[in-house]
């Protein structure tokens, strides 16, 4: 079975410029969740979506970010406009439970932002 | 809310030999327990969780997971590492019931030595 796909793996931008993550979940998860993982600040979760609905997005940083899901097999998560303080790995991850469990996660995709 | 404490950030061990990476939690509810597990440049993988029931959680790859409420821990363990066992694992925290965010220890740097 296909796990959680992301994409792209790497991104390397300019700062002030939109970028826009991508995340397919497992077939059949109806809860999909998005990470934000740094040295300073470990894993945060920024979004959490169940049944393609925003459930708790306390922890998106700013009205810069921004999660949308319009079906259950698709997500995005875009940033504009990007800053440097946004370098960090991202991840996507997808469970079969409503309770806030992440179960599959993504390999992640490595955010640069110059 | 909740937290969780991981006191060792790096763990190094002989290959064969036991290993325990602990973990504290602080919660004045009811939590649900869990195990990740991140091997380089990957996501995240969910080792074992405890819901309720039997305090002794056994997981996958051999590991398994003990949870004193006494003493608010839950300890990871292994009898016997591997090279392949080389990864930094996370502890995790929610409390229980119905929708509750998942909060992430800092992470513990498994070293198996040959």
């Known amino acids: 079975d296909a796990g959680v796909i992301q994409s792209p793996r790497h991104e390397v931008t300019e700062m002030g410029q939109e970028v826009t993550l991508r995340c397919k979940p497992i077939s059949g998860h109806n809860s999909l969740f998005w990470y934000r993982q740094t040295m300073m600040r470990g894993l945060e979760l920024l979004i959490y979506?169940?049944?393609?609905?925003?459930?708790?997005d306390s922890g998106m940083p700013e009205d810069r970010f921004s999660a949308k899901m319009p079906n259950a097999s698709f997500s995005t998560l875009k940033i504009q406009p990007s800053e440097p303080r946004d370098s960090a790995v991202y991840f996507c991850?997808?469970?079969?439970?409503?309770?806030?469990?992440?179960?599959?996660f993504g390999d992640g995709t490595r955010l640069s932002i110059l | 809310a909740q937290s969780v404490t991981q006191l060792d950030s790096q763990v190094p061990v002989f290959e064969e030999a036991p290993v325990e990476l602990r973990c504290n939690y602080s919660?004045?509810?009811?939590?649900?327990l869990f195990w990740y597990v991140q091997y380089p440049n990957q996501g995240l993988q969910l080792l074992l969780k405890y819901l309720s029931g039997s305090t002794l959680v056994k997981g996958i790859n051999g590991f398994e997971a003990e949870f004193n409420k006494s003493q608010t821990s839950f300890h990871l363990r292994k009898p016997s590492v591997h090279i392949s066992d080389t990864a930094e694992y996370f502890c995790a925290v929610s409390e229980s019931g119905g929708y509750q965010k998942v909060t992430f220890g800092t992470g513990t740097k498994l070293q198996v030595i040959p």
């Open positions: 919660s004045s509810v009811s939590v649900y």
């Open positions: 991850a997808s469970s079969t439970q409503g309770v806030g469990q992440p179960q599959h």
């Open positions: 979506f169940n049944n393609n609905v925003p459930i708790d």
